[in-house]
């Protein structure tokens, strides 16, 4: 079956390290994003990509950055990681010109 | 800014109860509006969704009210059960050509056996 993974699931990591989270969908979907979950904000987006080659910034896109080398692939980077960027990271993919998301499990990230 | 504003943030029923989630949005080029449900430990799942054209859509016991000129919409939650037990979220879709969503800030659903 078609689906999105996310790897790792859980990551602790120090304060100023690089940090790169994957995310593989096999459904060939055109359009993928990276959201981040934080109590009482709900979902916010962080980057995202329609194409490959194409990326853009979404609401908190402030010390992350992505790339999009093929249609399955959008793995999330952290510059310099802050304890800020402690949180839960969803990544989605939705087909082109259709409306639903489908997201992956979710990586729970720690900043020490 | 685009915003989607949710409420209560969490809501505790009893089996059988029917809970009900608001949301209102401010950006009248919103052309999609789905709710997601997450479990604990999981990725938001699409629940229900509807367009602005359609006042209610009913799936099961989901139902979603629309009110265009209020720009406020709900879920509704017929006959809850303790696995309807998640964090709900509504989202809004900007139509044209940026096809991002928007989501609301959750609201924690307990359904009491």
């Known amino acids: 079956d078609a689906e999105i993974t996310q790897s790792p699931r859980h990551k602790i990591t120090e304060t100023g390290r690089q940090v790169t989270l994957a995310c593989h969908q096999t459904?060939?979907?055109?359009?993928m994003f990276w959201y981040r979950q934080d109590l009482g904000h709900g979902l916010r987006l962080i980057h995202y990509?329609?194409?490959?080659?194409?990326?853009n910034k979404g609401e908190v896109s402030d010390g992350y950055s992505v790339s999009r080398s093929n249609t399955e692939d959008l793995p999330l980077t952290l510059e310099s990681a802050a304890s800020s960027q402690t949180s839960v990271y969803f990544c989605?993919?939705?087909?082109?010109?259709?409306?639903?998301?489908?997201f992956g499990q979710g990586t729970r990230l720690t900043v020490v | 800014q685009q915003q989607v504003k949710q409420s209560p943030q969490s809501l505790i029923v009893q089996k059988g109860g029917i809970p009900i989630i608001n949301c209102a949005y401010e950006?009248?080029?919103?052309?999609?509006f789905p709710w997601y449900q997450q479990f604990p430990g999981k990725g938001p799942a699409l629940l229900i969704a509807?367009?602005?054209?359609?006042s209610e859509k009913k799936e099961g016991r989901f139902t979603i009210s629309f009110n265009k000129s209020a720009k406020q919409f709900s879920l509704h939650i017929m006959d809850s059960q303790p696995g309807d037990s998640a964090t709900y979220f509504c989202?809004?879709?900007?139509?044209?050509?940026?096809?991002?969503?928007?989501f609301g800030s959750g609201t924690q659903l307990t359904v009491l056996p």
């Open positions: 989605a993919s939705s087909p082109y010109k259709n409306t639903e998301a489908f």
């Open positions: 459904w060939n979907h055109n359009n």
């Open positions: 990509s329609y194409g490959v080659q194409d990326t």
């Open positions: 950006n009248t080029a919103f052309d999609y």
């Open positions: 509807i367009r602005p054209d359609v």
């Open positions: 989202a809004a879709l900007l139509g044209g050509s940026a096809r991002q969503l928007t």
